[in-house]
């Protein structure tokens, strides 16, 4: 089972609360809730209403103070111990009971990537791992995306955050949500995380290792939990989630951070996994509470019962080993370190998470074996990988915008924009199977999407810059801007049909796109033929009214 922390979910088992409320009451989650905490029925009080509506606003977009004020217009609060760039706010209604305007304009803000609708708790472990500008970071377990587009937020297109996911459908969401969020710096690829490369070789900075589990602290959007949820859920997830963990610390520069994290209050699937990977002496574990003081949580545990499937002490002795709780003094000092978020004290969501630190003196296996290694050619990428700009494109480029942000790719009919540490990993040797390849390629990864698709290209030229990719693109180019008056870009935005002539008079320029702008610093690509075309998607549109309170033209109009 996955735990879903999609924005984009919103259960409708409100209409039917009386029926989970009795299935909630006598449910197998409670009675192991009975064996991990002395007053169950306070976890019980807090783990059944609905969420309410959070959002996290990307401070990488210039209309901040306006999410802001529109958010406290609305009776929104802002989440006093989130203490990460933009901030978080959480909204005075459930998920997916806004009234239909305010309902709008909330998907519109998610859709363009000025906020991120996502589940409070799940904001806790970018927290923690505390990426900084510049930094190379996995986040092995990315999909739906929430966590990556935070983690791209505190990176500010300055380093690389590789997001893995292994399944297709679940990537494919992934890269949606990178998309919308128009950050530079995502590359999404797709591996079994237990076996994912170690790129670059001297490994990551830092990595999010987010697992797979039981989701025991998600009944408040997942209430089919309450049905469905047993021991035997977490005991079946044991190894997968151990594997994950082992495998980010290998690919962990020596001194690096990692955080394991899951939606899962069952100590099998979160201090049982930890104590084992500790026993390797690779890792230590940093007190959680130490960089997270304002948030409402728990030390992790030291000692818990081993559950049959009715949630109830079980004196079977055939568990393994690594379910139990660990003998030595050192370690179950240690587990304390760790964070437990429970759903009553958080008003929310339950969640899990331990930062752990590399060892600075650990040594690098690979980069000692890749010394006895030679060099070969690095495999051909296949032409569906983005692939560096060659001289033809940056001369296209530079006639059409001046100059040329640095590196740029193109894949497909895409002109893409992405940040030097990606160039700089493309560029790397790699340790693969025996043999170090001489770099110039992404392979052993498998890239699915890289940055910022700024332009579309068509029969080899660049046809138009996507508005998605303006407000960076202006900051680094000196784009042609054609100035107009305020009055026209409401008139365009709510619908009028504007004939080209009133803008630009009588010109013998072909059709094509163009970029307007006015006062208040709006830039509105358009289309210019006999009539000027709006060239923005309809969730622009609606945030673009509502900034200029602008409602829709008549049809009569």
Not at 96 to 116: C, F, M, P, V, Y
Not at 147 to 173: D, F
Not at 394 to 404: D, F, L, Q, V
Request: aromatic share 6%; with cysteine; charged share 25%.
């Amino acid at each position: 089972m996955r735990a879903v922390d999609d924005e984009t979910q919103h259960p409708t088992h409100m209409e039917r609360q009386p029926d989970w409320l009795e299935v909630a009451e006598r449910s197998i989650l409670l009675e192991a809730v009975s064996q991990w905490r002395d007053d169950p029925e306070n976890w019980f009080h807090g783990s059944f209403d609905r969420l309410p509506e959070t959002v996290r606003i990307n401070p990488l977009r210039k209309e901040v103070n306006w999410i802001e004020e529109w958010l406290k217009g609305v009776g929104a609060r802002k989440i006093d111990w989130f203490k990460g760039s933009g901030g978080a706010w959480r909204l005075p209604f459930q998920r997916g009971k806004a009234s239909d305007k305010e309902r709008n304009i909330l998907k519109a803000l998610h859709q363009t990537g000025r906020i991120t609708r996502q589940e409070e708790v799940s904001m806790v472990p970018v927290l923690a791992l505390d990426p900084k500008p510049g930094e190379i970071i996995l986040d092995i377990c990315a999909s739906p995306g929430s966590k990556t587009t935070q983690i791209s937020e505190n990176l500010a297109n300055k380093g690389v955050v590789i997001a893995n996911e292994v399944m297709s459908q679940r990537s494919n969401t992934l890269v949606s949500n990178v998309k919308r969020h128009a950050s530079r710096n995502a590359i999404v690829v797709q591996h079994d995380g237990r076996y994912i490369p170690k790129i670059p070789e001297e490994g990551f900075d830092r990595v999010l290792v987010d697992v797979p589990c039981s989701g025991s602290g998600t009944t408040r959007k997942n209430p089919e939990l309450w049905e469905k949820w047993s021991p035997s859920a977490g005991h079946s997830l044991h190894d997968l989630q151990h594997a994950l963990l082992s495998r980010a610390i290998q690919v962990t520069k020596p001194g690096g951070r990692i955080v394991y994290s899951t939606c899962s209050l069952d100590p099998i699937e979160n201090e049982a996994v930890v104590a084992r990977s500790l026993l390797k002496g690779q890792v230590s574990i940093i007190n959680g509470k130490d960089l997270l003081p304002d948030l409402p949580s728990s030390p992790g545990m030291s000692k818990w019962p081993m559950l049959d499937d009715l949630g109830k002490p079980s004196p079977n002795s055939d568990f393994p080993e690594t379910f139990s709780p660990p003998h030595d003094k050192r370690t179950a000092s240690e587990l304390k370190h760790c964070v437990r978020i429970w759903n009553d004290t958080i008003d929310g969501g339950g969640f899990f998470l331990c930062v752990l630190e590399k060892n600075p003196n650990q040594a690098n296996s690979s980069s000692a074996e890749n010394k006895s290694n030679s060099i070969i050619s690095s495999p051909a990428d296949p032409l569906s990988f983005p692939r560096p700009i060659q001289e033809e494109w940056e001369r296209k480029i530079r006639e059409s915008w001046g100059n040329i942000p640095p590196s740029m790719w193109i894949r497909g009919k895409n002109l893409i924009w992405s940040t030097e540490e990606s160039l700089r990993i493309w560029r790397s040797q790699r340790f693969r199977r025996g043999s170090i390849y001489s770099g110039e390629c992404w392979r052993p990864l498998k890239v699915i999407h890289l940055g910022l698709i700024v332009a579309r290209t068509k029969n080899g030229e660049i046809e138009r810059i996507l508005s998605r990719a303006l407000p960076s693109l202006c900051k680094s180019l000196d784009l042609p801007i054609h100035h107009v008056d305020s009055a026209f870009i409401n008139r365009i935005l709510s619908g009028e049909k504007i004939f080209s002539e009133e803008i630009f008079g009588k010109t013998e320029d072909s059709p094509g796109s163009r970029l307007l702008s006015d006062r208040e610093g709006i830039l509105l690509p358009v289309w210019v033929g006999s009539i000027i075309t709006p060239m923005i998607s309809e969730s622009e549109a609606i945030f673009l009214r509502a900034m200029r309170d602008l409602s829709i033209a008549s049809e009569e109009e």
